[in-house]
Each structure stands twice: as C-alpha cells, then as structure tokens.
C-alpha cells in the first residue's frame, strides 16, 4: 500500500493561491466562517475543510484534485450537502479540499426518442424532472430533498424516493459516467449501449458515497409518465392495522408505484404545515399510489382498498385529480420541514427490514423512544420496508444527546436483528461507519475495499467513509477532531 | 429470509471444492461457454450447487443456490403466482449463477430492466476459497460498496457466485405475442406509443410486440395502439443467436435507418439496443461500432487494478475475458 496523505499538508495560502489559478480566485474559498459552513451536511456530524473550491468543468475539476493531492491533502466531494449520514462532512489526516459541484448545472442534452439525458452533476433532481416533462418524461429516483439535491449526489448515494418502489433506485437509472478519479485522470463508466463492455464499474461506481472519484456528467434514463395515476389514502386507529395492511398489500403481489407511512406525530406536523386535509386523529396513515394502465390501475386501487378495509382501514380517500394528489405528496415530502414546528432538531434514521416484520420492528421502536423518553416519529417507504425513524428534540436540553444517540444504536440493533440491512437511501457515510461489522465479515468488507482501492490506492478521495477502520490498509482508527456521532 | 442449513452446508461445500490453490473454472448450464472466450485448458471445472433455499412470498424475494436451472426456480416460484424476468433463451439448462456470470439480460429488459438490477445479495467464493457476501435479503439497500453489480458479467473472474437472492415479481395476469404484418411501420415509432410493453423485436422486416398486464390493458393496447397492423402469434420468434451486440442510440438509428442490408438474419431488442446475430463482426462494421467492445485505456488499468485485488494469482476462471483492451 503506497503512503496516503502526507502527514503535513502544505500551508493553505499557497494551496488557495494554486486552485486560483485553474479556476479563478472567486471560485475558491478560505474564510473561516464561509468555509465553516461546508464542515457539515444535513447529518448530525461536522468536520473541517481547508479551502472549498468550485469547478465549472471536468478540467477544472481535475485540476482540483490534482492541486489537492500535490498539496498532502485529501479531497471531498460534495453536492448540495443534503446527505444525512455525514457523506460530504469534510474528514481527513489533514483538512482536506471540499470540492463543490453546484455550478456545473446544465443540462447538456436530453433525447426524448431514446429516453435519455445527459446532465452535470450539480443539476437539481426536481429541475430535471421538469425540464423534461414537456417531452412526457421525467427522471424516477424522487428522494424527498428532491427540489434541492442533486443528481451527483444522486449518483453518490444511490438514492432512493417514494416511486423507487417500482421504478427502481438511482442505480437503475444512471446509463453512463463521466468522472475525475482520485489520480486526477478522468474515465467513462457505462454507455449509452445496454450492455457496456467489461465489469459494471458504473453499477460499482454509483452508491460509492464520493469515494471513488467525481461524476463530472451523467447519462440518465428518463421513463414515460403514467397514463393513469390513483393515488389512495387510508388511515387507521392502530399502527399495527396500518403496517399489517403494508404486508398484505405486497402479499397479495401488488407493486404500488410508492407505499408510505405517516404516524399520528408526523401527520399532526404536516397537516398543520400543508392543510391538505390529512386525518390527524388516526394513528397511522398510508399514502399508496399505483400508475400504468387503467385497467390495471383500477384493480389495483380496489385490491388495495379491499386489503385496508379488511385491516381496520377507517376511511379510504382517493384522489385522482393531479391537484389533490400534488397536495398529498408535498405533505409527504414536507414532512421533515415540518417535524421542526415539534422541536428545534431532528436525528433521522434509515433502515430497512424485511416488509413481513414491519410491524413488530415498529413496535420496538416506540418501545425504545419511551425508554430514552424521547420524542419519535415515524413516515417512511413502508413498501420497501425502508424505515425513517425521526427522533425529534432540543439538543440544548441537557444529557439528551447521549440518550439520542443510544437509542439511534439501539434502533438500529433492532433492525439488523430481524434480519434488515443499515441504511436503504442515505447511505453509510460516517454515521452507520463503524456498523457494518454488524452486517459484514471482515472477509466481506476486505472484497469492498478491494474495490474501493482499485479506484483509490492512496486513500486520498472522502477518507475515512463507508468503511470502518482497519478495513483499509492504513485507515486511521479514529473519527477527526470535531466529529461526533 | 432465513438461511437454511442445508443451503448453508452446500455453499460451504462449495467453497471447499474451489479450494485456495491452483487454476479453477465454474461450469452452469454450459448454454454461453463460449463468451470470454474458453477457460485455459487443463483448468479444473467446478459447479455450484443448486437448489431453492428459500422462496418468501411476501417480501417478493428468493434466495437460490447459483447452480439452479432457471426453470427449476421458475417452477418453484410459479406456485405462488411470482417470477424472475432473467429469460435466458435456454432455460431449461442455463443456470442462475451462469446467467449471472455472463451478465445477458432476457428480452423482457424493456420493461423489467437488466438481469443485474434483480440482484439483491450475493454470496461469493473468492480466490482464497472463503465466501464473502454482499447486498442483503431486502428489496432497497445501500449498505456499502455494490459488489453484486461489480459480479453480475464478470464471468467469475472475481469470484464464483454461490447463492443469490433475486427480486421476485408477479406474474402477469395476460401475456400475449403480436406480430405485425412485413414492413409495415417503423419498429421504434410502435414502441414509443406502446405503455410499458415487454419487448419489441425486430428484425428488419418483421415487429413482435410483447404484452403482458391487465387482460383489459393488454387487449386496449393490443386494439388502439397495434391495430390492424398486427395479429397475435403463439411464441415470439427464435432469440437462438450465438452472439449479442450492443448499440448505443446512434447506432440503432441507422440500423433502424436501413444501414443493415446484408448479414441476416439478425433480431434487434428496440428501445433496449440489443442486437441478436450469428455474425457480430460483419453486423458491427456495417453499423459502425467495434467488434469485439473496447475499453479504454484508464478504464482497463481499473480492470486489472480489481482483478490483482480479488484474484492476484489469476486462478479464478483463466483465458476469460470480459472485455478487449485498447493497447496502450
């Protein structure tokens, strides 16, 4: 294993002096309080960059990590910072180089008879969507932060979304890549053809979490909106009638386009965010929508309905009017926003667990909340069996964050033991990090960091992620100075 | 999903045979031996062990040894109205693990996408003879690096598959062939006004329109979108071809464009750009594409970066070979 980042890195005047000069001055950033603000993404975690830079070009973003690397530093990639497990939380031996991808925004080409885009990284996942739309299309992946995450960190995450249920996750739907890898050169992954030749090193490439290089453009498939869209709500007395109506659903060998859960805590804040009508007295919600053809989407939507009933269902709204249905989505997708009118901060988790054991994971859940008396909610992908446990709270309250953190582990304990996996969209970041021993053999985390080498033998590309310490040669143990998790 | 013990042992076993030491092939269902090219002769040959360990059909998953024949799984999944969409053109021989090696998609990609997207967790030998697994038992997951990708087409070159857990999906209810009247429309202008069809084949002169759904949809679809251009057909024609290219949009186009006047017979996936041919090389020059694929320089480095990792003796599969190296 060849050295990995010099242990003192190069003053950072000279490192801001040479990243002026490929890009220009403006584009680098070095203040304190500016650079401050890219210590942390949407997690819980934070670290500390040395310079931010923002490339408009591959070129350019080549050079950065050229500049960086011949400065002993390691680099970060970063998109709109709207990851959730510490992904883009700058952490290194040295303060690494943030490099920033939300100028390169263009939509460079789209080819609605091959159903395809090409796209820079720093596009946003809603503006391809619309962008696109007039041509009857749009990209599927549609994770929550969809009006601000972007497609490369899309790409980084393998990100997931209600529709992902049928559509299939970001991995899917990415065609080709054009990234700058850790060595400063710069590769193609995929194509346009279906069946590229050698090893899918696009398919190894995506959900890599920015460690094995930088996308600098993606080819993307785009897929034919609906011609029938019904979208149902059903609401319950009890969380096991709705989670039991989940299971049955997926039993019965329904593929809804998305099947999600709100309980009576979320769907109190969402409602009083959006006013969409949603029943705050029930227990539990479940949002199903199904699309295709009609025949078949009227089936659905009577099975469906004939399940939630059987299962206690009190009432079954459906909506077939595009407003209506706009309406419901955004309380779905508002939910976060809202959670804060409960308290000032939120710990959001991501697992996933067999569908058949929603219910008795829910269960524990709840019963780990009340022990750490701590405020939760619950609205997650319930057809995935993706589960978003939100712990709500004030982190100035004092010892909360020790019982916050306890029962984050706890949850996730819970999860694993009834045979679910760490994270279904957000990643392993820094946060779930030091957990894949739950899941992996050493055996198996060696094969992933043999892949993770093959793209980044110096380890100098988003240290420290996805891998815990000691299953790369070399790895610092410890998290940096300023993280905490 | 649990792990059966039976399905335990036989991984194990499994892992045994390929051992540590010494040059080691895996045969399925021989129906692609010759794609890569042949293994070194004097290779030992190994074959997974096959089996459904277990088939839940509520959570709409399978976890099946590598060494079962397509049929066997479909058969056993059949039961319970579910099914894999891999489709190999022989599945009465071809097995999962070899479908997989080989990374061929069936000619329901259009509408259920590529073979590698069922793949949920994989387990594999590597070249030490130990198993490591990847992915996990549950329809979405992020956990890691996505090695079940980096297996699917790697003609076990990083390791030899074991056990796989498959995403399952409904039967459809009605699964019906058309075929068009010769020369009639433009194979690529049917495809766009038909909804999510299964596959539209095409072979310069002929369309076959595959639907599958709601008896109501399939017959709407059949009357309002097809027409009187069609008639139903009792089987979809022959995919028997030895060889496979794949056309970037470009490329289709002047296939579709009638660039592709002499090598027949051949038959075109539309919409997917896979093209089914006995004579790749002559198909390829006429389109303008290379034969056999390239890869490019860097991305051949990474090639052999991955493949000194997970096999730095060469033992696993020799004389295979994914793709061709553009020389440097």
């Known amino acids: 294993m060849a050295q990995r980042t010099r242990a003192t890195a190069l003053p950072v005047a000279a490192l801001v002096a040479d990243l002026s000069d490929a890009l220009s001055a403006d584009r680098v950033r070095s203040e304190p309080a500016e650079v401050g603000l890219y210590g942390r993404d949407a997690s819980v975690l934070s670290g500390k960059a040395a310079v931010v830079c923002f490339p408009l070009t591959p070129g350019e973003v080549a050079a950065a990590v050229r500049i960086s690397r011949a400065h002993g530093r390691p680099f970060v990639p970063r998109g709109s910072g709207t990851g959730l497990a510490g992904g883009a939380v700058p952490t290194g031996e040295v303060a690494p180089v943030v490099i920033v991808t939300t100028k390169m925004n263009r939509i460079l080409e789209v080819d609605p008879v091959a159903k395809l885009a090409w796209v820079e990284p720093g596009v946003l996942n809603l503006d391809l969507s619309r962008a696109v739309a007039p041509f009857g299309l749009h990209f599927a992946p549609d994770p929550s932060s969809q009006q601000s995450c972007s497609v490369g960190g899309n790409v980084a995450n393998n990100s997931g979304g209600p529709h992902c249920l049928l559509y299939g996750v970001t991995s899917a739907h990415v065609l080709a890549i054009e990234a700058v890898l850790p060595d400063g050169s710069i590769a193609l992954f995929g194509g346009l053809e279906p069946d590229p030749p050698g090893y899918d090193l696009r398919g190894a490439f995506v959900g890599s979490e920015g460690t094995m290089g930088i996308a600098t453009r993606i080819a993307v498939r785009l897929t034919p909106l609906p011609p029938a869209v019904t979208t149902l709500l059903a609401d319950f007395d009890t969380i096991e009638a709705s989670a039991a109506t989940v299971s049955g659903i997926i039993a019965a060998g329904i593929v809804p386009a998305a099947l999600e859960m709100m309980d009576q805590r979320i769907t109190e804040a969402v409602e009083a965010f959006v006013h969409a009508g949603f029943p705050t007295d029930a227990a539990a919600i479940l949002l199903v929508e199904v699309d295709g053809l009609p025949a078949g989407v009227a089936a659905a939507a009577d099975e469906i309905g004939v399940i939630a009933r059987a299962h206690g269902a009190r009432t079954i709204r459906v909506a077939t009017d595009p407003a209506e249905r706009a309406l419901l989505w955004k309380g779905r997708k508002s939910a976060f926003g809202a959670v804060a009118r409960i308290a000032p901060n939120y710990y959001l988790h991501d697992t996933v667990v067999p569908r058949t054991r929603l219910v008795e994971v829910l269960m524990q859940v709840y019963e780990i909340a009340e022990r750490h008396s701590l405020l939760l909610g619950n609205v997650f992908h319930a057809g995935d069996g993706n589960l978003h446990p939100l712990i709500v709270f004030d982190k100035r309250e004092p010892g909360i964050m020790p019982r916050v953190l306890a029962a984050g582990a706890e949850i996730m304990q819970v999860c694993i033991a009834a045979g679910g996996v760490l994270s279904g969209e957000h990643g392993i970041g820094l946060e779930k990090r030091d957990y894949m021993g739950l899941l992996f053999s050493e055996d198996d985390l060696a094969a992933q960091a043999w892949l993770r080498d093959a793209f980044d033998p110096e380890g100098v590309c988003n240290p420290l992620k996805v891998l815990p310490g000691g299953s790369r040669c070399g790895d610092v143990q410890q998290l940096p100075p300023g993280a905490w998790v | ?328």
């Open chain 2, 1 to 328: 999903m649990g792990v059966s013990q039976a399905g335990l042992a036989s991984v194990g076993a499994f892992a045994e045979e390929v051992g540590r030491d010494g040059p080691v092939c895996v045969a399925g269902g021989r129906t692609q031996w010759h794609v890569g090219g042949e293994p070194k002769p004097g290779t030992r040959e190994v074959r997974a062990p096959g089996g459904v360990v277990s088939h839940q059909p509520a959570e709409m998953i399978v976890r099946v040894l590598a060494g079962t024949r397509v049929t066997d799984l479909n058969d056993g999944l059949a039961a319970a109205g579910q099914m894999v969409p891999l489709d190999p053109a022989a599945p009465d021989h071809a097995t999962v693990g070899g479908v997989l090696a080989v990374g061929h998609s069936g000619p329901r990609r259009l509408r259920y996408g590529p073979a590698r997207d069922t793949v949920l967790e994989v387990r594999f030998v590597n070249a030490d003879g130990r198993l490591v697994k990847a992915g996990g038992p549950v329809v979405k997951n992020v956990t890691g690096y996505d090695l079940c990708r980096l297996m699917v087409g790697s003609l076990g070159t990083l390791g030899l598959l074991a056990e796989v857990v498959l995403r399952c999906y409904p039967r459809p209810a009605a699964s019906r062939w058309f075929r068009s009247v010769p020369s009639l429309r433009d194979p690529r202008e049917v495809a766009g006004r038909v909804y999510r069809a299964s596959s539209v084949l095409w072979n310069g002169e002929q369309t076959w329109v595959w639907l599958e759904g709601h008896p109501a949809d399939v017959a709407a679809q059949a009357e309002e979108v097809l027409g009187t251009a069609f008639e139903e057909v009792t089987r979809p024609p022959a995919l028997a071809y030895r060889h496979r290219l794949s056309l970037p949009p470009a490329a289709f186009s002047r296939l579709l464009a009638g660039e592709l006047s002499a090598p027949g017979p051949w038959l075109a996936e539309v919409g997917v750009g896979t093209v089914h041919t006995d004579r790749p090389a002559d198909v390829a020059a006429t389109l303008g594409i290379s034969w056999p694929p390239r890869l490019e320089a860097r991305v051949a480095a990474l090639h052999q970066e991955l493949k000194a990792r997970f096999d730095p003796t060469g033992r696993l599969n020799p004389g295979r070979q994914v793709a061709v190296a553009v020389p440097v």
